[in-house]
């Protein structure tokens, strides 16, 4: 099968972390890619079909996928030239969807533009516009200095997400990722289905249903008896099978091996008594058992607040850096989420 240009619309709100997840899945799904610039809300890539389709069902911080049949710098009032350049199938129905993101363009222009494009394609085309079934989406997605026009694809699991927010879990803690990031987080380790995955600070095991979700056989370990039995209630409350969860200590790990690695460790937000120099402890030890678990090749992603060296504590024991972003929480709080692969 050919490959074809597409675009991937992101969700606001995460910096540059979008991007890092769209990366992680396409090189979990084995997609043959290949990245194309972008803008601040959109990836850009040139991949299989089947691949660019089964790699945006895993994201859970993008939007949706599009097959991209215009892509121009620039404001939008230019796009009408290159309308009439396209080469598309004739007949069918369609409609036309307007994505404007930080007030691109006035609200009242929205659409006039949907109407103006929708025209253009009914009359060259020969399309018909139907907004109850249409055959067709076609998404004109506007930035402040970029465009881009794609024929609407598929919804990212962003979609699904309302299912298992936190407060509607069986077991509910303040310290869990919301689960939108805790499958970026899988999606960042590069998890496939069948790995051996190993969350060392799992609590209640938001981290673990979304990778057991993807199809890995997923491994638990917390200090607190009370986590463990939450996490289970979790997993068992939306049809997991593939777990195992285990009481332990992080810096002692308990587990042979493991294929990929995802966790949010502990640091103080809900824990004033866990100083700075105890965690530079924790993560210490933590980081050099485990290099001795973690296969070489193997993925290591991590959630930690901005200003700790966690970098050079992987370096030392064998990781190289593949990603870093930065997730404004509030105002003291940026968290940085990090992806490293195991080399040494």
């Known amino acids: 099968m050919s490959a074809k240009d597409f675009f991937v619309v992101h969700a606001g709100k995460y910096g540059s972390l979008p991007k890092s997840e769209l990366v992680g899945s396409l090189e979990a799904t084995e997609s043959n890619f290949s990245l194309k610039p972008g803008t601040k809300y959109l990836s850009r890539f040139t991949c299989e079909l089947n691949k660019a389709k089964e790699s945006i069902q895993r994201v859970a911080i993008s939007h949706f996928l599009c097959e991209e049949l215009i892509f121009q710098r620039g404001s939008v009032s230019n796009l009408f030239s290159f309308l009439h350049k396209l080469n598309l199938n004739e007949g069918g129905s369609f409609y036309v969807r307007v994505n404007r993101v930080e007030r691109a363009i006035p609200p009242e222009e929205v659409s006039l533009l949907e109407r103006k494009v929708g025209s253009i394609l009914s009359e060259k085309f020969m399309k018909k516009t139907n907004f109850e079934n249409p055959e067709e ?10 465009y881009a026009l794609g024929k609407f694809l598929k919804y990212s699991e962003r979609k699904n997400l309302k299912e298992r927010q936190n407060k509607i879990k069986p077991k509910f803690h303040a310290s869990m990722l919301p689960p939108d990031l805790s499958r970026a987080l899988v999606n960042l380790a590069r998890v496939k289905k069948d790995d051996i995955f190993l969350d060392p600070f799992c609590g209640m095991g938001g981290i673990l249903l979304e990778a057991e979700l993807i199809g890995a056989r997923v491994v638990g370990l917390d200090f607190k008896e009370k986590m463990l039995r939450g996490a289970k209630e979790n997993l068992v409350f939306y049809g997991a099978l593939n777990y195992d969860l285990i009481r332990g200590d992080s810096r002692f790990l308990p587990v042979v091996k493991a294929t990929k690695v995802a966790t949010d460790p502990p640091y103080g ?22 290099s001795g678990i973690i296969k070489k090749g193997g993925y290591f992603a991590m959630v930690y607040p901005k200003g700790l060296e966690v970098k050079t504590l992987l370096n030392e024991n064998g990781f190289h850096i593949v990603s870093e972003d930065e997730v404004i929480v509030h105002d003291k709080l940026t968290r940085v989420f990090l992806a490293s692969r195991k080399v040494s």
Do not use: G
Request: a positive charge; hydrophobic letters at 45%; aromatic letters at 10%.
């Open 269 to 290: 937000r809900l824990s004033p008594k866990l100083k700075k120099e105890s965690l530079v402890n924790l993560y210490t030890r933590f980081i050099a058992n485990l």
């Open 137 to 146: 989406i076609f998404i004109l997605h506007i930035e402040n200095d970029a």
